[in-house]
């Protein structure tokens, strides 16, 4: 008899979004700084090669998406032994693109070497372990409230990585160059993505342990059509709406993310301000944690997430017409920021499971793997958006090691780090209130047909 949905799913999910994690976030953190200020290389080919790593993903998303709902069940369910099979080199083919050994290999080398191991790393391996992963929280329950639990517990295991990483790492990566200037130092990167790696293997196999696929996914045997996949992506109102959704939420935190690495120690001359911020997104998405699933029932995923996205546009617009010097004064509007941040990231998970559930509604088949390998290819072009982006005008506005503190370069860092995510928020709200179909009513009417479904 399998047992019921209960705390050892939550917490094992939530240890599966640790484990990612571990190696996502301390990428969108650090990995540009490294290749700029470490390895020498330029923020517009750090950006290109993101950019160029998720038109790949484009490929690999949606091949691991196919190969996840044509494998078949074993004694540990449909999408669970992938998690198994691939910690191991994704959490490898992460701590080598960290090889500050190679910082005085030739420019040549270095940019095949990043290019090589980005590739590796971010569209092959982190691929084939994410996609299955996200897929397992629709086997993991068919109830809209398991659902919001299980994201909001995902959530929850993001915060808790990005608060190692973003509050303990700034403290120990960086030292202080003889002009008094935070420096991040390429062995110190290399030792903590190392252990970062270590981190992300125990977390996946807890994962692997903790979770249990209750609801039966079909093994699909049918001949795979490009064509077919196209035209479920164009006539899916809610695919297309949590798509476009995504893409610009990681469009608006991981330009802030990314930002980081520089408003902190090259505006405010303050690496322990990139510390506190991350300490102060935890508190906050822990808080919010605590309420999303009721929240969610009584307003709705997609309503709580419109509000959010406004509300974090607004705090941004006020800082930067404030542009203030005081690290302290950012922190605050920062904070009223990440509520709008917190407030989506808490509920996506059980949005896209949503979007899986009306497509079954409407098409009488689920195809959990390929719509959530769509979601998740969306997401990578949120990432890559606001890499490149970043890349760009850290270019346009001059910065090299040799400006890293010039004064207008770093008020151009201050701009961008608030207009970006800003104008990202504000259009993330129009999709999700023009755009985005499921509503509260909408995803309890498509429960209930599912529900009755399974139980003839």
């Given amino acids: 008899m399998t047992k019921k949905f209960g705390f050892s799913d939550k917490l094992g999910y939530m240890f599966g979004d640790f484990g990612n994690d571990f190696t996502f976030i301390l990428s969108s953190m650090f990995l540009l700084k490294f290749y700029t200020d470490v390895m020498g290389v330029s923020a517009a080919v750090v950006g290109m090669m993101m950019m160029i790593a998720r038109f790949l993903d484009a490929f690999t998303d949606v091949t691991m998406g196919q190969i996840a709902d044509r494998s078949a069940s074993g004694k540990r369910g449909k999408f669970a032994p992938w998690i198994k099979r691939i910690s191991g080199p994704v959490a490898l083919s992460s701590f080598l693109m960290y090889a500050s050994w190679f910082a005085n290999m030739s420019m040549g080398f270095k940019i095949f070497w990043m290019f090589f191991t980005y590739l590796l790393w971010g569209s092959v391996f982190y691929t084939a372990i994410n996609i299955p992963y996200g897929s397992m929280a629709s086997a993991i329950s ?17 915060t808790l990585a990005s608060t190692v990483i973003g509050v303990i790492l700034p403290l120990v990566v960086y030292y202080t160059d003889a002009n008094g200037n935070s420096v991040l130092s390429g062995t110190r990167m290399s030792i903590a993505a190392l252990i970062c790696s270590i981190g992300a293997v125990i977390c996946y196999m807890l994962c692997y342990y903790m979770t249990t696929e209750r609801v039966p996914v079909q093994t699909k045997n049918e001949r795979f059509s490009l064509s077919g996949l196209l035209s479920e992506l164009f006539h899916n109102r809610a695919l297309i709406g949590i798509v476009v959704s995504a893409l610009l939420f990681l469009l608006a935190q991981l330009s802030i993310s990314n930002m980081g690495a520089y408003i902190y120690p ?4 303050d690496v322990k301000g990139l510390s506190m911020a991350t300490m102060l997104g935890t508190i906050i998405t822990l808080v919010l944690s605590a309420f999303t699933v009721r929240l969610s029932e009584r307003f709705g995923k997609k309503e709580i997430s419109a509000a959010g996205a406004l509300i974090g546009a607004a705090a941004l617009i006020a800082a930067y017409f404030v542009h203030t010097k005081n690290v302290y004064v950012w922190l605050v509007f920062y904070g009223i920021s990440y509520i709008g941040m917190a407030a989506f990231n808490l509920v996506c998970w059980a949005m896209i499971a949503d979007v899986i559930d009306d497509a079954e509604v409407k098409t009488g088949t689920r195809s959990d793997g390929t719509i959530y ?11 890559a958006g606001s890499s490149g982006l970043t890349g760009a005008l850290l270019s346009i506005i001059g910065y090299s090691t040799a400006t890293a503190f010039d004064t207008k370069v770093v008020d151009g860092i201050y701009n961008m780090t608030c207009l970006v995510p800003a104008i990202a928020y504000v259009l993330m709200a129009l999709s999700l209130y023009f755009l985005y179909p499921l509503s509260k009513s909408k995803v309890q009417e498509n429960a209930a047909v599912l529900r009755a479904k399974r139980e003839k």
């Fill in 373 to 383: 390998a769509i979601y998740s290819f969306a997401r990578k072009l949120g990432q």
């Fill in 266 to 269: 090259n505006y405010f001359g």
């Fill in 142 to 158: 068919a109830e809209p409230k398991d659902r919001s639990a299980l994201s909001n517990w995902r959530t929850i295991g993001a």
